[in-house]
């Protein structure tokens, strides 16, 4: 795909060939990142801090060199400090640095780290790498154009967590209501044993068992999951179930460790699971409302709620790692209200979270333009 003004034949060089500058940043001391101040400190994570010196002023782009993130793009403008944990990319005269950094997403440069214990990507190694690149006008276009839709997405990426923050603060507002109810989880709940099954033995594109990995809890599942669409992978075939309960609609699943006290006694709860075979896997705990005492989709958002994670927050134990055990949880109480009032509550966040879902899936459409793009306008 090419812009209808450009007819010029592109040419092949080197990465070296069309950039100024190609380097690791430079070391610096921790006690001189701080939370404020005027320059931001960058390494192959992202934004470390801020800092009062600065080692680059312009645009760059910064490549991360070192471990799970090599090959990680970002682009920075002004006064930054660069640290030797990401390589400082500025184009020459005649090659604009924006289009350089979309280019690198394309060349996927994490497949160019050094097989090791801990991967690394070495500037001596990448600047050898040919490329195929337009002129300068061409380059200018495909960037701004490119940099529209990442504006985009940004912008949606906003939403998601404005629409995010606004549920979490409504769900606060509502759960926490000393004239319903107390009830300790301990009185209406009983807990079974989980499955010990990791990744490996996961997939997504076939089996009868569906099983939620802790893994799953932390990152991505909204707190009300539907297993009619899908959403968790398959136990491998063979798997022996018969030591564990399969899922009810309305069961709770907690995780149960965490490397952030924050995230430690996260909860799910599952629905439509009548026609699905569902087990709860490692490091979660499966809880049952065996008393009947709420609907389906409450204990979901109560127990995600402020003022039930502050109980439990007191009880996970740990110090790099924060555990917790099904003891813990029952000891901790949530307010329950009438059943009418339930189904009305759960309505209201339901909505709330299908929005939220909506505006992901949107999001996931302009991230797909956006990898289609970079596939059909670069050589």
């Known amino acids: 795909m090419r812009f209808p003004e450009f007819k010029e034949e592109w040419h092949t060089s080197t990465i070296d060939d069309v950039t100024s500058e190609f380097q690791s940043g430079k070391f610096i001391k921790a006690d001189l990142i701080h939370s404020n101040g005027s320059v931001p400190v960058y390494g192959g994570n992202g934004l470390r801090g801020f800092t009062n010196t600065y080692n680059h002023i312009g645009d760059y782009v910064l490549i991360g060199r070192q471990g799970a993130l090599c090959g990680n793009i970002r682009f920075v403008t002004g006064e930054t400090y660069i640290t030797e944990h990401a390589i400082a990319v500025k184009g020459t005269e005649n090659n604009d640095t924006k289009y350089l950094q979309y280019l690198f997403e394309r060349m996927n440069l994490g497949q160019y780290s050094d097989q090791s214990a801990q991967p690394g990507l070495a500037v001596s190694k990448l600047i050898k790498l040919k490329i195929t690149i337009p002129q300068e006008r061409e380059q200018s276009k495909i960037a701004r154009f490119l940099t529209t839709i990442d504006e985009r997405i940004l912008t949606q990426i906003r939403i998601i967590d404005k629409l995010k923050s606004l549920m979490q603060e409504l769900n606060n507002e509502l759960m926490d209501n000393p004239t319903w109810t107390k009830v300790y989880v301990g009185d209406f709940m009983e807990f079974y044993p989980t499955n010990s099954l990791t990744w490996e033995s996961l997939n997504y594109k076939e089996g009868r068992i569906m099983n939620l990995h802790y893994g799953l809890i932390h990152n991505g599942l909204p707190i009300i999951v539907d297993c009619h669409k899908k959403v968790l992978p398959y136990a491998s075939m063979g798997f022996n179930s018969n030591s564990f309960t399969f899922c009810h609609s309305g069961d709770i699943a907690f995780a149960d460790a965490s490397e952030d006290m924050a995230e430690v006694g996260k909860a799910v709860e599952l629905i439509n699971c009548e026609d699905n075979d569902v087990l709860c896997g490692i490091d979660t705990i499966h809880g049952r409302d065996i008393k009947g005492f709420t609907t389906v989709g409450f204990k979901g958002f109560a127990f995600n709620a402020k003022y039930f994670h502050d109980q439990i927050r007191k009880l996970a134990q740990g110090s790099k ?36 879902e909506t505006a992901e899936h949107e999001l996931h459409l302009y991230e797909a333009q956006k990898q289609f793009l970079l596939k059909g306008l670069f050589v």
């Open 321 to 356: 790692i924060y555990h917790l055990h099904a003891d813990n949880v029952k000891a901790c109480y949530i307010y329950i209200p009438t059943i009418d009032e339930q189904q009305k509550i759960v309505g209201l966040l339901r909505c709330m979270q299908e929005k939220i």
